[in-house]
């Protein structure tokens, strides 16, 4: 008998720069791929009827991250398009910047999603507080990983 287990594991880099362009927090965190994103991905096995991950967001929830959530808790500005989208084998790797004024506070949460709005949420995040200030910049690059096991 054949018994194939895909696995899913994404990590955040977290950089957060400021007005000078001097690191200020730099950071890894894990993250969880909710119940609605990995309907996401078979769905796209059989097309693609849905949107592919465009947005990144931000917010100031602490609520534990869960399977069943669809939505960031508590969202900082809005959603941010995608600076880039890169597939390598079985890694995809999303980056966005969030700049002077966006996704600024006591960032505790982030998401990915196919949509500015509503939409399919891929994955959320919680961690301990990353302060970004008004005038500080922010980049996340968000890498997920598909393995056999």
């Given at each position: ?14 950089v ?43 917010g100031?929830?602490?609520t ?58 891929l ?27």
């Open positions: 008998m054949i018994t194939d287990q895909i696995k899913l594991s994404g990590n955040l880099d977290i957060v720069r400021d007005s000078n362009g001097e690191v200020k927090e730099k950071r890894q965190e894990k993250n969880l791929v909710v119940t609605a994103g990995l309907g996401f991905i078979a769905s796209r096995m059989k097309d693609t009827t849905d949107g592919a991950m465009s947005h990144m967001a931000v100031s929830g602490t534990a991250a869960a399977a069943g959530q669809t939505d960031l808790v508590s969202i900082l500005g809005s959603r941010e398009a995608l600076d880039s989208t890169s597939v390598s084998g079985a890694v995809v790797t999303y980056v966005s910047s969030f700049e002077a004024g966006e996704g600024t506070g006591a960032i505790t949460e982030a998401g990915i999603f196919n949509a500015s709005s509503s939409g399919t949420m994955c959320r995040t919680v961690f301990s507080a990353v302060n970004k200030a008004a005038d500080d910049t922010m980049t996340i690059t968000w890498t997920i990983t598909l393995s056999a096991s």
